[in-house]
């Protein structure tokens, strides 16, 4: 099993950008699916996570309106729509996944997750 993030880059504050994670082995609509952030010197950080049935999701208190999470399952995808970013949410960001019989299931704790992609990097910055 292979996931593939990309799409970090610059952006200003209150811009957006759509992060995109490629996953090989395994299909999309088998999993839960969470995005997690990291800056250097402190803990990783669950943004936001959806179940393998799309009907819950969760996310940390500082995203909440802004940010969204879905899949492609043609694609075999999912992605990241972070909009209104602020300078808070420059980080490391990391897409994973997992199998999972519970179609409700859905944590923002990394240790709930058996697939990592590689990160991408967000700058929020004027």
């Known amino acids: 099993v292979q996931l593939q993030a990309f799409g970090g880059g610059l952006v200003r504050p209150g811009g957006s950008l759509r992060l995109s994670c490629v996953v090989a082995?395994?299909?999309?609509?088998?999993?839960?699916i969470g995005w997690f952030r990291h800056v250097p010197e402190t803990e990783v950080e669950g943004v936001i996570c959806?179940?393998?049935?799309?009907?819950?999701?969760d996310f940390v208190d500082s995203v909440k309106g802004r940010f969204s999470i879905s899949r492609d399952n043609d694609e075999n995808t999912i992605y990241l729509q972070m909009d209104s970013l602020k300078l808070e949410d420059t980080a490391e960001y990391y897409c994973a996944t997992k199998q999972t019989r519970d179609p409700t299931s859905c944590e923002l704790d990394l240790d709930e997750y058996d697939y990592w992609g590689m990160g991408t990097l967000v700058t929020v910055s004027s």
């Open positions: 082995g395994l299909n999309v609509k088998d999993v839960k």
């Open positions: 959806v179940s393998k049935n799309g009907k819950r999701s």
